[in-house]
């Protein structure tokens, strides 16, 4: 297995998904009726090409769907669901073993991502692994949510790497794991069970068996 970088999807993944939704109860029970809609409308906006204005779009779908002005929906989902929401993961710590395996990869000459469906930087800087990162972004900036096959290519594109000498980790199998297969990259699923058939080339569930076989495959290869 020829890999020059691992890339991690980021919420559910580099930390448990049950702590974002403990800390977050508050946030959700004050904004029941927005972020019930703005699940819905992310949903629906996952099957929509071509798409020509992210953002644009994603306020018109809420706007909608809440039967409010675009101009309103956008603040809603800026003050909201980019602000509020976001400055929630204060606090919440990553999956034990997560720094020491991104550390470990970087001594074996791996270079390091992270791509997600939300703006990655500030939660990064929660998790305190923003030091281990050379390059991270949020899927929304190509205009296309995941399992699209433009975040992983833009992926490719800005470590300046082949897709197939690229390791993607996710903790969804058809968002990351497909998505990263469709564009020939390599991938590892994060599950406590193997799903069937799969077509991850890993499955894991501590990051110190994620640090392990990697490195056991780049040492053989």
């Not at 691992?6 to 959700?28: C, E, Q, W």
């Not at 990162?133 to 975040?151: H, I, Q, R, W």
């Not at 969804?172 to 590892?188: C, F, N, P, Q, R």
Request: net charge positive; proline share 4%.
């Amino acid at each position: 297995m020829d890999i020059q970088a691992v890339a991690f999807d980021l919420d559910g993944t580099l930390y448990p998904n049950h702590k974002m939704y403990l800390r977050s109860i508050p946030f959700f029970l004050t904004h029941a009726r927005l972020v019930r809609h703005f699940g819905k409308i992310r949903r629906t906006i996952r099957m929509i090409r071509p798409i020509h204005n992210f953002r644009g779009l994603q306020a018109e779908l809420l706007a909608v769907s809440l039967r409010v002005t675009t101009n309103h929906a956008a603040e809603l989902i800026e003050r909201n669901i980019y602000g509020r929401w976001e400055e929630t993961f204060q606090g919440i710590s990553a999956y034990s073993g997560v720094r020491n395996c991104l550390e470990g990869l970087h001594s074996g000459g791996l270079r390091i991502a992270v791509i997600s469906d939300f703006p990655v930087e500030r939660k990064l800087k929660y998790l305190g692994l923003d030091d281990l990162v050379d390059c991270a972004f949020s899927s929304e900036e190509t205009g296309y949510l995941k399992p699209n096959p433009e975040p992983f290519l833009e992926l490719s594109k800005r470590l300046g790497l082949p897709a197939d000498k690229i390791m993607y980790v996710g903790n969804h199998y058809k968002y990351d794991i497909l998505g990263a297969k469709e564009v020939g990259m390599k991938s590892a699923h994060l599950s406590s069970r193997k799903v069937i058939d799969s077509k991850a080339d890993l499955t894991f569930s501590s990051y110190g068996d994620l640090r392990d076989s990697i490195m056991k495959y780049i040492h053989t290869s």
